[in-house]
T-cell receptor, first 115, second 106 residues
C-alpha cells in the first residue's frame, strides 16, 4: 500500500513569488491535513480537508490556501512568498476527519527555501 | 487551545542504555501519537495510543488519559534511535510538543 506522496520534495523560490505543493494521500483516506515546520515555531497546523471541503484552519494569513480534489489529492498554495515562509511543509492523511480521525500518516515533506 | 509539553528537551545516551520520554497535555484528548522524525524530515509513526499500553520491539508507550500524560520507553538504545521524538495530541488538528532531541552515542 503506497504511503503519502508529496511533491516537489525540494524547491527554491524568491520573495514575492507563489508556490503550489501537492499531496496524494494513502488510498482510501479522505482526510488530508497540512503542517508547517520551522526551527522557531515548531510544527504548526495549517488546514484540513475532507471530501473536498476545508474542515479546519490554523492561524495563518490568507496567503496560505489549499484545496482538495474529488480523488482526495490536495494542494496548498502560498502566494507573495516571504523569507519567513521557508519551512518544511508536511502533509498527513487519515481515514476520517474531526475528533475521531484515527491515526495520521505523514509524507516526506516539501522543503521550501525562499530567497 | 490544548498545550503539549515534552521532557526532557535533550537527552544524550550511550548505546545500550534505556530511556523514558514524557508528554504532558493540558486537556482530554481522543488521539495521541508518538513520532520519530528522521534526518530527512519525515515523521515516522511509532504509536497511536490515546490510552493504554503498547509495545513494538524495543519501544513501548503508555498513556494515562485521566492524568493527561504519556510515556515513551526506549530500551537497549541504538545509534539509529537518534533523532527528534514528537508527541502530538487531539483530532485531525494535531498539536505537537516541542520534541525531545535524542542522541545515542556508540
Amino acid at each position: 500500500k503506497a504511503g503519502v506522496t508529496q511533491t516537489p520534495r525540494y524547491l527554491i523560490k524568491t520573495r514575492g513569488q507563489q508556490v503550489t505543493l501537492s499531496c496524494s494521500p494513502i488510498s482510501g483516506h479522505r482526510s488530508v491535513s497540512w503542517y508547517q515546520q520551522t526551527p522557531g515555531q515548531g510544527l504548526q497546523f495549517l488546514f484540513e480537508y475532507f471530501s473536498e471541503t476545508q474542515r479546519n484552519k490554523g492561524n495563518f494569513p490568507g496567503r496560505f490556501s489549499g484545496r482538495q480534489f474529488s480523488n482526495s489529492r490536495s494542494e496548498m498554495n502560498v502566494s507573495t512568498l516571504e523569507l519567513g515562509d521557508s519551512a518544511l511543509y508536511l502533509c498527513a492523511s487519515s481515514p476520517r476527519a474531526g475528533a475521531n480521525t484515527g491515526e495520521l500518516f505523514f509524507g516526506e515533506g516539501s522543503r521550501l527555501t525562499v530567497l | 487551545g490544548i498545550q503539549v509539553e515534552q521532557s526532557p528537551p535533550d537527552l544524550i545516551l550511550q548505546e545500550g542504555a534505556n530511556s523514558t520520554l514524557r508528554c504532558n497535555f493540558s486537556d482530554s484528548v481522543n488521539n495521541l501519537q508518538w513520532f520519530h522524525q528522521n534526518p530527512w524530515g519525515q515523521l515516522i509513526n511509532l504509536f497511536y495510543i490515546p490510552s493504554g499500553t503498547k509495545q513494538n520491539g524495543r519501544l513501548s508507550a503508555t498513556t494515562v488519559a485521566t492524568e493527561r500524560y504519556s510515556l515513551l520507553y526506549i530500551s537497549s538504545s541504538q545509534t539509529t534511535d537518534s533523532g527528534v521524538y514528537f508527541c502530538a495530541v487531539s483530532g485531525s488538528r494535531l498539536t505537537f510538543g516541542e520534541g525531545t532531541q535524542l542522541t545515542v552515542n556508540p
